[in-house]
């Protein structure tokens, strides 16, 4: 049996509850002889910062190197508002994207059945759902330099973050979209604001050749993406694959996060190139979710994100994809069968606490398996 390397980074607020929900997952996957995974956790976040004065240490940067895969849960709070800026939990994420270069992040936004009502939007508008948003996740104005705060001569303050991209950038990522696409709907649409961003200009023009040249039987869209955020909540069930950079990937997935009912249904992979040797990519897994440090540590957190980046890692970096096809399977059972967090049960209907989440999903794998 086939033996991964999982690095847990857990980090703040209700990050360690659902990370410890996926734990009860690959455990089942082990017993169940799907195959096992070793896992080392570490901190990263605020959690980080209060150990060690830093969002995430060297150590726990070179274990993230040479694991199989990493689980990220969630970091930030309002205990942590007034450490340094290159400390603030926040940093921790943006280093592990950066020095891992994951510069393909994919959001998925599916809308299951039994959702298709704690949805704030129509059930008609929703239900079926199952869009793919690619965003760039290594550029853009996340990274660019000069990103700083300066005093000006008459005592003013001026800050600038920079917008960059270049050719190759904007080349591999909607590559990435594009052969997402062939095994999906076979439709792209690229999102950027052309009208007033010269990145913007050059994204719509390498996005148009590489899919004349690389993808010609791929349908290519190009939105504004002020209108494709409009478009979104209107009819999203016009798009297949977006692809987009880092800070419009940023917005427009939590609104189509909230299309399926709750950012806590919302998972994600961060994916690097492949190795040239091993053809191996490295990954991050992370719920679209954040800390939530309002609800943190009372049990009402919903693990489905947490726990469908799980499955992704088993698609997408373990060759799993029968697993991964079970605990999208398992989790559909479970809100087939009406259990619900708080964040998506009904107004007055009762709610399941996180561990209950996690235990029903892990009986459901054992029937299914
Ligand atoms: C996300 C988050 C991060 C981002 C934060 C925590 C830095 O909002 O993954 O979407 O802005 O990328
Ligand atoms: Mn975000």
């Known amino acids: ?86 400390a603030r939990p926040e940093a921790g994420l943006l280093r592990l994207r950066k020095d891992m270069q994951l510069f393909a992040n994919l959001r998925p936004a ?23 948003i690619v965003r760039e996740l290594t550029g853009g104005v996340y990274f660019g330099e000069p990103k700083e705060i300066v005093t000006l001569e008459n005592g003013e303050k001026r800050a600038v973050d920079t917008q960059v991209y270049t050719t190759h950038e904007i080349e591999r990522i909607t590559r990435v979209a594009f052969d997402l696409a062939k095994v999906r709907r076979n439709k792209v649409t690229s999102s950027e604001k052309h009208n007033v961003m010269r990145s913007g200009v050059l994204w719509k023009e390498v996005a148009t ?11 290519l869209d190009h939105h504004l993406a002020d209108s494709l955020a409009m478009q979104l909540v209107r009819w999203p069930k016009q798009y297949d694959v977006i692809v987009c950079d880092n800070l419009f990937g940023d917005i427009l997935s939590d609104i189509a996060a909230m299309l399926t009912g709750s950012l806590g249904m919302l998972p994600s992979a961060s ?26 540590g009372q049990g009402l957190a919903n693990p489905i994100a947490m726990i469908s980046s799980f499955g992704m890692a088993l698609r997408y970096s373990f060759g799993l994809g029968q697993a991964a096809d079970l605990v999208d399977q398992a989790i559909a059972d479970v809100l087939a069968s009406g259990a619900r967090t708080r964040d998506i049960a009904e107004k007055g209907a009762n709610a399941v606490s996180t561990t209950d989440m996690g235990d029903a999903i892990v009986a459901a794998l054992k029937r299914r398996a």
């Not at 190139?273 to 943190?296: M, Q």
């Open 1 to 86: 049996m086939a033996s991964h390397n999982l690095l847990l980074l857990p980090g703040d607020g209700i990050g360690p509850e659902v990370m410890g929900e996926v734990k009860k997952v690959a455990d089942f996957l082990g017993k169940a002889g799907v195959a096992t995974f070793e896992t080392e956790t570490d901190l990263v976040g605020g959690a980080a910062y209060d150990a060690h004065g830093v969002a995430i240490t060297d150590a726990a940067m070179k274990t993230a190197m040479e694991a199989d895969a990493v689980l990220f849960g969630a970091v930030g709070g309002p205990k942590w508002a007034k450490v340094p800026y290159e």
């Open 110 to 132: 599916i809308c299951f059945p039994a959702l298709a009502d704690a949805s704030s939007l129509k059930r008609e508008i929703i239900e079926g759902l199952d869009i793919m």
């Open 209 to 219: 050749r590489i899919g004349a040249t690389e993808y010609p039987d791929v349908e």
């Open 271 to 296: 994916l690097g190139a492949p190795d040239a040797k091993t053809g191996k990519r490295k990954a991050l897994y992370e719920p679209v979710h954040g800390s939530a440090p309002d609800i943190a």
